[in-house]
């Protein structure tokens, strides 16, 4: 079945990075999507990488896909308190997406 | 480009009521899908349209229905609201039926007393 799986909490110091990481169960999706959530907003489309990707870089965010383990993560490079938000991963065999629960980032200043 | 719009931001209704909420997709988007972000239990999937069809339904029970319009909008009814039903209600679209990437609105929230 599908399910991903995601940590509810993480908390890092302004100007650290930050590493959320998924689990997915199904090694047929084709895409892996993060998305982020600002508190009483829709999500934003962050980054997303083809299954065939082993990794993907975006400015401050990097994001590796082990798809032997079905392991994804999303790297916050000098994470700002702009940052703070709820992230969720979401894969995509066919539509429509599962996401999992979504971490919650706190940036301490 | 406007990105996916939805109305109303929020919708207050009573028990036994029913709630019409509306999606806008990105313009270009044929797919419309909707989704439940209950407190505590995440995104569940509802509806999903495309071309004018509903393509699937999540596990919902059937007085969550919904159409979508010749110009690719898309309506959510929500009928005999029971309180479990407070939530925000997330629009999305994407370039068709074989295209994964989503793009969200901003969620209309709707609270039933």
């Known amino acids: 079945g599908e399910d991903v799986e995601q940590s509810l909490f993480l908390s890092v110091r302004e100007g650290d990075s930050s590493v959320i990481n998924c689990t997915y169960t199904?090694?047929?999706?084709?895409?892996l999507y993060w998305y982020k959530q600002e508190p009483g907003a829709g999500l934003q489309l962050l980054t997303y990488?083809?299954?065939?990707?082993d990794m993907k870089q975006d400015q401050r965010l990097t994001v590796l896909l082990n798809k032997k383990d079905k392991h994804l993560s999303l790297r916050i490079a000098d994470t700002q308190t702009g940052d703070s938000a709820i992230y969720f991963c979401a894969e995509s065999l066919n539509t429509p997406l599962v996401f999992g629960k979504g971490t919650r980032l706190s940036v301490i200043a | 480009e406007a990105g996916v719009t939805q109305s109303p931001t929020h919708l207050i209704k009573t028990r036994g009521q029913q709630a019409t909420l509306r999606c806008s997709p990105i313009?270009?988007?044929?797919?419309v899908y909707w989704y439940q972000q209950a407190l505590g239990l995440g995104l569940q999937f509802l509806l999903w349209?495309?071309?004018?069809?509903?393509?699937n339904r999540g596990n919902f029970p059937p007085r969550f229905s919904g159409r979508q319009f010749p110009n690719y909008s898309s309506e959510l009814n929500v009928n005999a609201l029971e309180l479990e039903d407070s939530a925000l209600y997330l629009c999305?679209?994407?370039?068709?039926?074989?295209?994964?990437?989503?793009?969200f609105g901003p969620g209309t929230r709707l609270t039933v007393l």
């Open positions: 313009s270009g988007h044929t797919s």
């Open positions: 999305a679209s994407s370039l068709g039926a074989k295209a994964d990437t989503q793009y």
């Open positions: 990488i083809f299954s065939n990707m």
């Open positions: 349209y495309d071309e004018g069809e509903e393509r």
């Open positions: 199904d090694s047929s999706s084709t895409y």
